[in-house]
């Protein structure tokens, strides 16, 4: 366990500091025993791809945004918000990493560690993608489920009456504006 966290800390160091990563893409595998495994030869389709030949922080947000149908500056704006780019962030109220994930969302998006960059981005993403498609593309009412969960938009049948929340969703919505103009920028 000890030389897994270390070899995936490793991983995110490399990943943050735009460092070349690996040679080729790498695959992971949750055993039933609840061991992970990972390759390069995956040999059949139990293998999740849990790497590829991403080189920068920019590249995983771009290689994610293309899988899940996002634009990248909504993405880094929600990163913006969230943590600030910090990638060993973790809130008050236990979100971690980058996209602030908590544990039960993570478990759901088999989030494997919610500290490492691309597990983080890659979950993060995909439960964006999630909140789109619930709530019919609607970015506010996305965002809303984003921050306060999809329960408290479909109770409140729209954006929740949260000062947090409405705030959440103006500050995304500014720095997402400011990322489709620049698009390298972590400010």
């Known amino acids: 366990m000890a030389r897994m966290l270390t070899i995936l800390l490793l991983v995110s160091l490399l990943t943050l500091t735009g460092a070349s990563l690996v040679s080729g ?21 139990s293998w999740q791809l849990y790497f590829s030949r991403l ?21 880094k704006a929600v990163i913006k ?9 973790v809130s008050h109220k236990g979100a971690m990493g980058m996209m602030q994930l908590i544990p039960g ?3 759901d998006l088999d ?52 000062d947090e929340t409405r705030r959440y969703i103006k500050k995304v919505r500014h720095y997402l504006g400011i990322y489709k103009q620049k698009t390298d920028s972590t400010l």
């Open 81 to 89: 918000v969230e943590s600030d780019f910090e990638a060993e962030a």
């Open 55 to 75: 080189t920068s922080i920019y590249e995983v947000i771009d290689y994610f945004a293309d899988l899940y149908r996002l634009d990248p500056a909504l993405i």
């Open 25 to 45: 893409d790498i695959y992971r595998q949750v055993r039933p025993d609840g061991t992970i495994a990972f390759t390069d030869t995956p040999d059949d389709s």
């Open 105 to 107: 969302t993570a478990a």
């Open 111 to 162: 989030v494997v560690n919610p500290l490492d960059v691309v597990d983080n981005i890659r979950g993060g993403t995909r439960y964006l993608r999630q909140m789109l498609d619930l709530f019919d593309g609607d970015l506010d009412l996305a965002l809303a489920a984003y921050n306060a969960g999809p329960n408290a938009v479909r109770r409140h049948g729209g954006v929740p009456p949260y």
